[in-house]
């Protein structure tokens, strides 16, 4: 089946330092999204981007599909962007309805 | 956001008896999952619903079961709970297919199996 690798695994800011987070996969995909869970452990969707460039003010992500990864940034950092970020992917080479998520970036944005 | 309850959100059992999880939704969604987030796993599919009654296995299904008897509900169902079903679990929908939609998550369901 499809693999998905985040890097870094951990990462640690300063508040208003920008950063790039990263996702590589092993097949094409269909659908791509990035999750951010908050200490808190609730799940929010940040961007569905199977291909192509999406912001949403100051997170924005990139996916080449052609070449297999996609990169999420964050400008500005605030301690609230602190958690956990995962890419999930879904494959036509895997079975249908199959969302497969990588192990996560964990970020902690310092005041 | 996305109105999706889980009930109950923690919950302490003993090895060997059953245990229903419940996912409602107000959205009116036909696609529904079940998935579990273990340390070092991420999350991983039990089991999705693409319609009332109309459901199918994950990648980790042993052991578990669902119902989908009205579109809001989804019931997730460990028919003998063991240890290694300790985990925290999410349910999440989607209006369209997972290929083309985006999955919005409940808060989540923190089970410990003793």
């Known amino acids: 089946g499809i693999q998905v690798e985040q890097s870094p695994p951990d990462l640690i800011l300063q508040e208003g330092a920008n950063s790039t987070l990263r996702c590589n996969f092993s097949d094409s995909v269909n659908n791509l999204q990035w999750f951010h869970q908050n200490p808190w452990g609730q799940l929010i969707n940040l961007f569905y981007?199977?291909?192509g460039t999406k912001q949403n003010g100051r997170l924005s992500a990139t996916t080449v599909a052609t070449e297999r990864y996609s990169l999420l940034y964050i400008s500005s950092s605030q301690t609230t962007d602190s958690g956990v970020y995962f890419c999930a992917v879904e494959s036509p080479g895997d079975s249908s309805y199959k969302l497969i998520f990588g192990s996560g970036t964990r970020l902690l944005v310092r005041p | 956001d996305a109105g999706i309850t889980q009930s109950p959100r923690h919950k302490v059992t003993e090895t060997g008896t059953p245990v229903t999880l419940r996912c409602h939704q107000t959205e009116n969604h036909r696609y529904m999952y079940w998935y579990r987030q273990d340390p070092g796993h991420g999350l991983r599919l039990i089991h999705y619903?693409?319609?009332?009654?109309?459901?199918d296995k994950g990648e980790v299904s042993d052991g578990y079961s669902v119902s989908r008897s009205k579109t809001e509900d989804f019931l997730l169902t460990l028919e003998s709970a063991t240890s290694s079903q300790t985990s925290v679990y999410f349910c999440?929908?989607?209006?369209?297919?997972?290929?083309?939609?985006?999955?919005?998550f409940g808060p989540g369901t923190r089970l410990t199996v003793l």
């Open positions: 619903s693409y319609g009332v009654k109309d459901t």
């Open positions: 999440a929908i989607s209006e369209l297919a997972v290929w083309t939609d985006t999955q919005y």
């Open positions: 981007i199977p291909s």
